[in-house]
């Protein structure tokens, strides 16, 4: 298995544009998480599906933030419009079950500039 | 609100010497926590997950020991090695929300 694909692994964009973060999780998993991290905050949960439906997005700094999951093979986050506070590596990971104690893969991650 | 820690300061020790990593916990007791492993420019990897009914559990040099009274955990290289040398994170979950510690960066000298 190719492991959890992100694109693209790096984002350069000015103040205001929309950005779109893609996702493609491991095969078969049913769950699916989208994180930021920064060096002052470290790994923060933005987002988190499982079988395709948000379960909570209390982590969504703000309404510029949406993430979909059409399907069980693809989810996007998305920013709109995008300041350069937003500027962060953006990882998703996925995982099998529900418990919240299953392992969780990640990504190689997306390094967002917002200049 | 729920919160962990991890020492922020950098750990540098000498090959051969045992690595102690530390998480703390605050305004929660959680059922278990997980342990990754980051390297530069790549995603955390999943090492051990340890339950509060377990006080220690291993894998190869690693031991992870889980204090519910004192809202801690420890995270031991034992044997290190310079390809141990990475950022640790500590984490649990809490209702819908996964809590990750800042890390702290292992540098293991040769």
């Known amino acids: 298995d190719a492991g959890v694909i992100q694109s693209p692994r790096h984002e350069v964009t000015e103040m205001g544009q929309e950005v779109t973060l893609r996702c493609k999780p491991i095969s078969g998993h049913n769950s699916l998480f989208w994180y930021r991290q920064t060096m002052m905050r470290g790994l923060e949960l933005l987002i988190y599906?499982?079988?395709?439906?948000?379960?909570?997005d209390s982590g969504m700094p703000e309404d510029r933030f949406s993430a979909k999951m059409p399907n069980a093979s693809f989810s996007t986050l998305k920013i709109q419009p995008s300041e350069p506070r937003d500027s962060a590596v953006y990882f998703c990971?996925?995982?099998?079950?529900?418990?919240?104690?299953?392992?969780?893969?990640f990504g190689p991650g997306t390094r967002l500039l917002v200049l | 609100s729920q919160k962990i820690e991890q020492n922020s300061e950098a750990l540098n020790i000498q090959e051969g010497k045992t690595a102690t990593l530390t998480c703390n916990y605050t305004n929660y007791s959680p059922a278990y926590l997980q342990w990754y492993r980051q390297d530069p420019g790549r995603g955390p990897v999943f090492l051990l997950l340890?339950?509060?009914?377990?006080k220690e559990k291993r894998k190869e040099r690693l031991k992870v020991t889980f204090d519910t009274t004192l809202k801690q955990s420890l995270f031991h290289i034992t044997a290190s090695q310079p390809a141990d040398s990475a950022t640790y994170l500590c984490?649990?979950?809490?209702?819908?929300?996964?809590?990750f510690g800042t890390g702290t960066s292992l540098t293991v000298i040769p």
């Open positions: 990971a996925s995982s099998f079950g529900t418990s919240g104690q299953e392992t969780q893969y």
């Open positions: 984490a649990y979950l809490t209702g819908n929300q996964f809590y």
């Open positions: 340890i339950r509060e009914n377990e």
């Open positions: 599906f499982n079988n395709n439906v948000p379960i909570d």
